[in-house]
């Protein structure tokens, strides 16, 4: 170490005092568990409405201290403005592809995004890619930290163990924009998708996987490790691809529906977007281009429509703020 240091014109003092740990604050924490389960019940709240809950709770906390903690943990409201997150200024943003598109088997959609999960005495984040047919987890990991690595390792397992998709949908965090996800993605000829800005229903089936994850087994068994958070959610998403049934697979298992292609299948629809225009990218299993709006209106108040193929409809609406 000694030789290193010298060699790289730094002291030893400071080559040690950055491999130390930061202390973690314990109100820090104790807010970070308020927001998400908050954020977790309500996605439409931004850093406002969470000073607002927080003091109704009986914390005085300011504005800026909830915006460091949302950002800190991947938070943000789904109203768009200018404290949504970024993609890096120098990563290319692919357009929104899934609007209107009948996913009718597995493989066809894959999707992905990361969440922010609390231990006893720190936190992790979670990052996770599904099949939109089935809903079937393919893989999860997790790191504390939001670098890229973790999600395209992620990537690498889904695409070792399941094949490939045709179409691949994220949002625009700058993990997923990077040249090191896209790179694979572009690699394997898989066409990308992002969602548009302040859309969180774009990627609907993810978040509300993230809401049974959370309310099922995170919230109840309160992990205070890595290593056991590692252990439990191995366990809980074997229950959630294996037994756990779905009401929008007919009570079927993600497994069941992946495996025989049976039972499965969504569609989004914009009920409000206007007219819509084929985009040059067909889906390479039936020559079908994908659609989107080329509206212009604002999205105040607009409501997002889920038609499932099991004819189960579910229409969700947000107000945004």
Request: charged share 20%; aromatic share 10%.
């Amino acid at each position: 170490m000694t030789q290193q240091c010298v060699l790289a014109g730094v002291s030893r003092a400071t080559v040690y005092a950055q491999q130390k740990p930061k202390p973690v604050d314990g109100s820090d924490l104790l807010f970070s568990r308020l927001i998400d389960e908050e954020y977790t019940r309500r996605p439409f709240y931004g850093s406002r409405k969470m000073v607002v809950f927080l003091k109704e709770t009986g914390h005085s906390v300011n504005r800026k201290r909830v915006q460091r903690l949302m950002r800190q943990m991947g938070l943000a409201g789904m109203a768009p403005g200018p404290n949504t997150s970024r993609p890096h200024p120098e990563h290319k943003v692919y357009p929104y592809l899934l609007r209107g598109v009948l996913v009718v088997r597995p493989n066809q959609v894959w999707s992905t995004d990361i969440t922010y999960i609390r231990l006893a005495h720190g936190f992790a984040y979670l990052v996770a890619i599904i099949d939109w047919y089935s809903r079937r987890v393919l893989s999860w990991r997790i790191s504390n930290s939001m670098e890229a690595v973790f999600c395209v390792d992620c990537l690498d397992e889904a695409l070792r163990t399941h094949g490939k998709p045709e179409i691949f949908n994220s949002d625009q965090g700058s993990q997923f924009t990077s040249e090191g996800f896209t790179g694979v993605l572009k690699r394997e000829n898989i066409v990308i998708s992002m969602d548009g800005r302040g859309r969180a229903f774009d990627n609907i089936f993810v978040e509300r996987l993230w809401r049974s994850v959370k309310h099922e087994d995170v919230y109840l068994k309160g992990y205070a490790t890595m290593g056991e958070l590692v252990l439990g959610l191995t366990e809980y998403f074997v229950f959630y691809n294996g037994e756990r049934p779905h009401q929008s697979l007919g009570q079927k298992t993600p497994e069941l529906v992946y495996r025989t292609a049976i039972g499965g299948g969504a569609v989004i629809v914009n009920k409000f977007g206007g007219a819509v225009e084929e985009t040059p990218v067909p889906l390479r299993s039936t020559g079908v281009s994908s659609t989107r709006s080329n509206s212009k209106k604002q999205n105040r108040g607009s409501a997002v429509q889920l038609l499932m193929k099991s004819n189960v409809q579910l229409k969700l609406s947000a107000l945004l703020s």
